[in-house]
């Protein structure tokens, strides 16, 4: 606890001197991984990586819906999809190998206009949270999510069930973007800056708003806080990290796309590493998603033998993690650390005011 | 809170440290990714591990122990992708096989493609996996532009041409339905008399069922997974469809379910298939004793004996290859796999046909067989019987544009 | 190909008889939402348990259908209030059900659905099994138009109307149904009046997964049995809950069937690969438009 | 007949109730008043068991209570009536009479029982098919007083029955509680009208911030210089309450 202390206090003489110091470290710190991560151990740590910082911006985006505004939304996935498929179609070529549609545009345009739709299909998703809380805006969103998965799996033209292929990957000249490490700094990048804004978003009015409307909308509304405009915001801006993901992940070699990828049990996923690391809590999404990313890849070869066949076993435990971290840990990895800091800074800050004796806190 | 930064890095550490394994020289590794949940993946993943087992047990390769990792890909592409990523960067393996679905073998041909590693698909028919023009990957089974024209020549000619098509959502089924379609146009000149596609999982054909039966057609082709299937099959007699108008299958029909769960609906029903249990070669009546034995399986489908034909194409390679075996040679190693692999000829196992590769990146090499035989279920229920009715060898390049 | 009187006709056949399944399974929803205010999501599993409990009892121990249905429901029964008192209780006590930032009932059932459909590999496997049942007892339905309605179906119906009279008397007409009513509305009055509001969790809890797993044995004659049958249903469940006004018995019933018609005609008359969508379709409009319900029969509307 | 020794409770972990020492004699009418917020509805629940007490022990009929469930403590005849809008609006009020019975298994006397509230409340027998909901505040009150009584109670708690009624309306209502006392059921009134239930009751309490400010007999209360300026000339308003509800 000391080190972390230590840690944090560094962090916080930094971020006194610019507020984007921090981050610009962290970044830093971060570009040598690949080469780390080669030489001493393996390079399929890079894609391993890679899909953990496209859970990140996933994760990072249902919590500005969930976490900050208190929306229960489970169709979040459909989001992701719509990215994806989107980001897929507008730049494979048309008439391609796949059979799909295509529209052959650049990859650095393609991406931008997948990012607009999914906002706008963040939209229509976060509609029926207008007029619906709780379970009913679970089960409206789910449907939408639902259909959205559907729907791919039966046009042709999205890919339908051979999937979309060949999706192209983004390059600058002549340079591609197709190895682990050359993706590795383009989603690294996406996300830190994903979560930078999540922050801004968090400490800015909107997410104050936001906060507002989730601890009581009622009295938010009252207080001049205009409901309908920030939950749909929280909506569009979740779906514009959907979206920047699904588009990151379409084009990350081998460009291979099917609706598979987007169904319940990926949403189930998802909902884990929120609540894994916390919800509300930002980094707790980002832990949730790194630690379930590794966890994931870590169990996935692990067969339990009963009466004679083999079995897997790892949906089973993260369906009863779910469960479980609901009803003994509901804060999650994310609150239990922001209990420690919110401990270590009010200890200090009492200390101050009163000379060295601080003095106990009930919560 | 920005010390999360640090836990960020130390618990990519964490994963880092679980994650290594050494790579041991000696060994030739083999990968394998496939759907271990679901009714074909367990039984087939296990009979390729006993066999590599077997192999191993026998004394190996030249002395050199085959060392097989199995993997889960759920028949998700990213999650197969995911696999044969880890399994080639980090456990370093000689030669991938997988994957069971289409839908995950069609990425995977791109990763192994850009790695350099041989691939050998065990039973995916989708005909794009070697349409890609791949250096490196090889199809035991037979593609699915075989299928629909030896379908539609059979039906053609003994069944008629008026012909209602259930199609499902799967990319097997889809596939099949419309390659049936294409030949059908192009043999007899005739338009499907009644076409549904319906969902993946589709519960109730009814409707459909009622409409068909107003249409007097000579033929029904369910394509469809195995469940869905007999599902559709016993829906059609309970529409009043009678046994007059005949049912088609589309590849899934030969799995088990298809007659277990359709019982005396699966009665009549014919497919294209690789393998027939029926088979009167005594390799094929020693194989179905070896599952009925081992696994409890009644009578295998031909997943399981491409999954067979596989093991023994690898062992049959790999005896061929000249194999170093060392840290510094994988690259080598890799290639000579599979110019072995490309350099095996009318090997002739289980299936229904002789099996040969040849080193050109194309279809027409890579699609190793290219026999396919009919075959009708006589009887159905959990002791089923069926018989061939023809065995049909189609040219290289049919089917191909 | 025009309109056709009896191929509609049909449509509507086909969707009743289907719907009603559809309705047994919301009809344990609503009873959930409306005695506990939480929303099931792991109500498809016990669905899918029940008729696995069903061809178990049916062809593994060899008792009649109706005794493997009987028998199927007692243990999904309790089964169910096995997983609410061991699990959902500790949520519910803690704050009605909506913690962890007003979801934790959502991601807790989730996750237990997630967690039974593994369990039940454990057990079931993977492979679809068939349902053999002897209905020859059962009269075999043919409409004008030579519409047949296999025996299975019949059966359904007839069972279905049964357990909601049955539901319904239960309710109304007994004392401890008039326990579970006063449960439902409020649990604390209901302490006050002497009621073991627990116990009455428990049974409330008991009766939805007994009559999801009528559903599944219903159901397993006429389709297969799969540990993966549950989650389609329990959309379609959700859907006909929502239709017929969540929380409102009759309208569950209703619901289902309104279900099973819309996704019937959809299929025939727009496109049947997009079939499933319907029912989604059909939920969202509703929820956003008239979250009451269609049929604004006595519903319970959280605000 | 019931004894409140030391009682502290709360929600989670915010204590409300902090140490109140209580006596309800056998027989007769005792009241327990205090503004709002003050911790007479938590006290109630703490009594019939709707939450668990911190600390202290609650004596009835010689028996302590204090880890019996609700319906357990119902049963033993300690019977709370609820605030009048706690009908079941859904249910007719036959129905809800029948719930109040819900725990007795002696069917004849019930159903004798049932004859007699309605002798009481005349007004419950004309409406008996009728769904409370549709109820007028006073008839609910006398429901909810009905039901307290078919439940055969030794003693009747009950949850300010004065609330929301017109002037008139509360005579009536407290008329009938005297009779209830008189036929024998010990009544523990819960009030924010003072002055009614004073003159209603032979013994008062007084509770404020979570314990007893002040005790004595009623008479006595209300004549006390400090009752007076804390609640009679004060002003203790429902506007409040009026506005949440």
Not at chain 1, 18 to 31: N, Q, T
Not at chain 3, 274 to 296: C, E, T, W
């Amino acid at each position: 606890m000391v080190f972390l202390s230590r840690i944090a206090d560094l962090i916080d003489a930094l971020a006194s001197r610019h507020r984007l110091l921090p981050w610009l470290i962290a970044y830093v710190m971060l570009l040598p991984l690949p080469f780390i991560m080669s030489t001493f151990f393996n390079s399929y740590l890079i894609d391993l990586a890679n899909r953990a910082c496209l859970f990140i911006l996933l994760a990072v985006g249902l919590n500005i819906v969930k976490g900050f505004c208190g929306q229960v939304t489970v169709g979040h996935i459909g989001l992701y999809a719509i990215g994806a498929v989107t980001s897929a179609v507008l730049s494979l070529e048309p008439g391609g190998f796949g059979g799909a549609l295509g529209f052959g545009l650049p990859v650095w345009v393609s991406i931008p206009i997948a990012i607009l739709v999914t906002a706008f299909a963040g939209l229509i998703v976060g509609l029926p949270s207008v007029r619906l809380e709780g379970a009913y805006l679970a089960l409206a969103t789910l449907g939408l999510g639902e259909s959205v998965r559907i729907f791919i799996a039966v046009t042709p033209a999205l890919g339908s069930s051979t999937g979309l292929m060949m999706i192209p990957a983004p390059s600058i000249g002549s340079f591609v973007f197709d190895s682990f490490t050359s993706y590795y700094y383009l989603v690294m990048t996406a996300a830190l800056v994903g979560i930078y804004f999540s922050f801004s978003i968090l400490r800015s009015a909107t997410g104050r708003a936001f906060q507002a409307i989730r601890e009581d909308t009622i009295a938010a509304s009252v207080n001049g806080i205009n409901v309908i405009k920030y939950k749909l915001l929280a909506f569009v801006l979740s779906a514009i990290y959907a979206g920047l993901a699904g588009a990151l992940f379409a084009h990350m070699p081998p460009g291979y796309l099917h609706h598979n990828n987007f169904t319940v049990i990926e949403m189930v996923t998802l909902l884990l590493m929120v609540v894994l690391g916390g919800i509300g809590n930002v980094w707790g999404g980002v832990i949730g998603a790194i630690v379930v990313t590794i966890a994931y890849d870590q169990t996935k070869d692990l067969v339990v033998y009963f009466m004679d066949r083999p079995i897997v076993v790892q949906p089973l435990v993260f369906g009863l993690s779910m469960v479980l971290l609901v009803l003994f840990m509901p804060r999650g990895i994310g609150g239990w650390f922001e209990g420690v800091l919110r401990n270590r800074r009010f200890i200090k800050r009492s200390e101050e005011k009163l000379g060295g004796t601080a003095r106990n806190s009930q919560s | 809170m920005k010390l999360m930064n640090k836990v960020f890095a130390g618990l990519v550490a964490t994963g880092v440290g679980l994650a290594t394994t050494a790579a041991f020289a000696g060994d030739i590794r083999v990968g394998i990714t496939m759907r271990m949940v679901s009714e074909n993946g367990q039984a087939y993943g296990q009979m390729v591990m006993d066999e590599i087992k077997a192999i191993n047990d026998a004394g190996g390769i030249n002395g050199n122990m085959i060392k097989a990792t199995l993997m889960n890909d759920e028949c998700k592409s990213d999650k197969g992708v995911a696999n044969a990523n880890k399994l080639i960067f980090q456990e370093n393996i000689h030669l991938l096989i997988g994957s069971t679905c289409s839908s995950v073998s069609l990425p995977i041909v791109d990763v192994t493609a850009k790695a350099g590693v041989p691939q050998m698909i065990p039973h995916s028919t989708n005909a794009k996996i070697t349409q890609k023009g791949s250096e490196w990957v090889f199809r035991i089974p037979v593609s699915g532009r075989y299928y629909g024209g030896v379908n539609a020549k059979y039906v053609g000619e003994n069944i008629g041409s008026k012909i209602a098509y259930i199609c499902a959502a799967d990319a097997a089924s889809v596939g099949d339905c419309a390659n049936m379609e294409k030949q059908m146009r192009a043999r007899f000149g005739v338009d499907p008399a009644y076409r549904a596609d319906v969902q993946e999982k589709e519960v109730d054909f009814r409707s459909h069922m009622q409409k068909i039966k107003s249409m007097n057609v000579d033929g029904i082709l369910v394509a469809a997974l195995a469940e869905t299937m007999a599902r559709a099959l016993i829906q059609s007699y309970e529409a009043g469809i009678g046994e007059d108008v005949r049912r088609i299958g589309s590849s899934s029909a030969s799995n088990a379910p298809v007659p277990k769960i359709a019982g005396d609906a699966a009665k009549g029903v014919f497919f294209t298939a690789a393998y027939a249990a029926a088979d009167n070669r005594p390799i094929a009546k020693l194989f179905n004793e070896m599952t009925r034995k081992r696994y409890g399986i009644h009578a295998p489908d031909h997943d399981f004996s491409q999954a067979y034909d596989l093991v023994r194409i690898m062992e049959i390679a790999l005896n061929n290859a000249d194999l170093q075996l060392e840290q510094w040679s994988l690259k080598q190693d890799r290639t000579a796999i599979r110019d072995a692999i490309a350099s095996v000829e009318g090997y002739e196992g289980l299936a229904s046909g002789p099996i040969s590769f040849c080193a050109a990146p194309t279809p027409q090499c890579r699609d190793g067989n290219r026999t396919a035989v009919l075959i009708g279920y006589t009887k159905g229920g959990e002791n089923f019987e069926t018989e061939v009715l023809a065995r049909v060898t189609m040219e290289p390049d049919f089917g191909l544009e | 190909m025009g309109f056709d009187f009896n191929s509609l006709l049909a449509f509507i056949i086909f969707g009743v008889t289907i719907g009603v399944v559809y309705g047994i399974v919301a009809l344990g929803i609503s009873l959930i939402y409306s005695g506990l205010d939480i929303v099931h999501f792991a109500h498809g599993e016990m669905y899918m348990f029940g008729a696995f409990f069903g061809l178990v009892l049916a062809h593994n121990v060899g008792v009649p259908y109706p005794v493997a249905l009987i028998g199927a429901m007692i243990l999904t029964a309790i089964l169910g209030m096995l997983v609410e008192r061991v699990f959902y209780r500790r949520l519910t006590r803690a704050g009605g059900g909506y913690t962890v930032a007003g979801m934790g009932m959502i991601i807790c059932g989730f996750g237990m659905s997630v967690a039974l459909v593994n369990a039940a590999y454990f057990f079931f496997g993977a492979e679809a099994e068939p349902f053999r049942a002897n209905l020859d007892y059962i009269p075999r339905l043919t409409f004008p138009g030579d519409i047949n309605v296999p025996e299975s179906y019949v059966l359904t119906a007839i069972i279905s109307v049964l357990l909601m009279a049955g539901l319904h008397y239960f309710l109304r007409h007994t004392k401890t149904g008039l326990a579970v009513r006063a449960v439902a509305h409020n649990k604390d009055i209901a302490y006050l009046m002497g009621i073991n509001v627990p116990l009455m969790i428990s049974l409330i809890f008991g009766l939805a997964c007994g009559l999801a797993a009528a559903a599944g044995v219903l159901i397993g004659p006429m389709q297969s049995v799969q540990v993966e049958m549950g989650y389609l249903m329990l959309m379609k469940a959700f859907a006909a809950a929502v239709v017929g006004g969540f929380g409102s018995l009759p309208g569950a019933i209703l619901g289902g069937i309104m279900v099973g018609i819309f996704e019937n005609l959809g299929a025939a008359y727009i496109s049947a690969s997009h079939k499933d969508i319907y029912a989604f379709l059909l939920l969202i409009l509703v929820l956003m438009f008239r979250p009451s319900g269609l049929f604004g029969v006595e519903a319970k509307v959280k605000a | 007949m019931l004894e409140i020794k030391g009682v502290h409770a709360g929600y989670g972990n915010l204590k409300i109730l902090r140490g109140i020492d209580m006596q309800v004699p056998s027989g007769g009418i005792v009241t327990l008043l205090g503004g709002n917020g003050t911790g007479k509805s938590t006290l109630l629940k703490a009594i019939s068991g709707l939450i668990p007490l911190m600390e202290g022990e609650i004596i009835f009929d010689g028996v302590s209570v204090s880890k019996l469930k609700p319906h357990e403590r119902m049963r033993l005849g300690l019977v709370q009536v609820t605030q009048a809008k706690e009908a079941y609006p859904a249910m007719t009020v036959e129905e809800n009479l029948v719930l109040g019975a819900y725990t007795r298994k002696d069917r004849e006397a019930t159903k004798a029982d049932l004859q007699k509230v309605y002798d009481f409340f005349p007004v419950l027998r004309e409406r008996r098919k009728q769904l409370s909901g549709t109820l007028s505040g006073g008839e609910v009150q006398m429901l909810v007083i009905g039901r307290g009584l078919m439940a055969s109670p030794k003693m009747l708690m009950l949850d300010e029955p004065s609330a929301a009624l017109a002037p008139k309306v509360v005579l009536e209502i407290f008329a009938n509680i005297n009779r209830i006392a008189k036929s024998g059921v010990t009544v523990l009134v819960v009030e924010q009208n003072v002055r009614m239930a004073l003159i209603l009751a032979q013994y008062g309490y007084i509770i404020r911030d979570g314990v007893i400010m002040m005790k004595g007999e009623a008479k006595k209360l209300i004549s006390d210089p400090a009752v007076k300026e804390s609640f009679l000339g004060g002003s203790v308003s429902d506007t409040t309450k009026a506005l949440r509800n």
